[in-house]
């Protein structure tokens, strides 16, 4: 599920890092160092807080915005986003829920610091086997968690019948890819970043065909919550845009989603791409990511609410 980030090389407990999830579904995986992983998932949560926070923000201030007293962060990482939505609805109980015990422990370890650990909870839960168990709720945040159950519809309405009268369901789901360089970085064929998204998409396509009971669906969020039963109430979209010179947990963020791609996606690229990869990760290059001064960060992420009636 997701919006901290999935993680890995090969299997979809990595799927954020390569859509820039931050919030995605984690798989139960034992042969993860989450240890290392985990502070990754954070940083990169962190450095997208300004977007989820104008979300909160927005659904908070709706005129149809419900009190907020249970919150179901779905694919929760290691809590970042669960945090925020504590602070930004201050009566509500959170219920972190991810299916890595690692990351919940994390979770519980953030609250505590920020003096939300009476509020934020954590459940363990593999979705969509355990929807049911997860209780009511007015909020339900999925950040970029849908797109990795393979019946999206039926999700959906397992999200709508756990609301309660008014509650609402916020999918992140969509935006525009990130872009972190200029079109022409001065070595090799110009677009390279173009180029790295239609492999991941093509990638996407096959994690997407891979998964249990998966189904195709036009991704009408519109259609799909009224076909849920829910009444849509809008969708934004929210920028983060860091530009050039970058801080350097943001410039940690770009290498390491750089070095993620030059290993995920070796052979669908030409020898010459993955040539400039190899500089672009070199950390004592001057043409590479570390030392360059034109790395950037600007990456749009759309939130699509429905309501309950």
Known sequence: ???????????????????????????????????????QLEQEAELSRPQYEEAAHWIA?????????????????????????????PE??????????????????RAQRLGLGDR???????????????GEADLIWAGNALHHMGDQRAVLAGFAALLRPG????????????????????????????????????????????????????EDWSALFTAAGLDPQGTRSFLLDLPAPLSEPARDYVVAEFTRRR??????????DVAVLDRLVDPEDPAGLRLRPDVFLLMARTVHLGRRS
């Open 263 to 272: 290993e995920m996606f070796e052979e669908a690229l030409t020898a010459e």
């Open 61 to 89: 201030g709706l005129p149809t915005a419900p009190q907020v007293r249970r919150v179901l962060d779905i694919g929760s990482g290691p809590g970042v986003i669960s945090c925020l939505l504590a602070e930004v609805f």
């Open 167 to 218: 509650g609402t369901v916020a999918l992140v789901e969509g935006g525009l890819p990130p872009r972190r360089l200029p079109r022409d970085i001065g070595m090799g064929q110009p677009g390279l970043e173009a180029r790295l998204d239609a492999i991941n998409a093509e990638w996407f396509e096959g994690m997407r065909a891979s998964l249990p009971g998966a189904k195709r669906e036009t």
């Open 92 to 109: 509500a109980e959170v219920v972190a829920v991810d299916g890595t015990p690692a990351l919940l422990e994390r979770t519980r370890a």
């Open 1 to 39: 599920m997701s919006q901290e980030s999935d993680h890995s090389h090969e299997r979809r407990t990595t799927h954020s890092h390569r859509h820039n999830d931050t919030h995605a579904h984690h798989d139960h995986a034992t042969d993860l160092d989450w240890d290392v992983l985990g502070p």
């Open 120 to 134: 934020v909870r954590t459940r363990r839960a593999e979705l969509p086997d355990d929807l049911d168990e997860l």
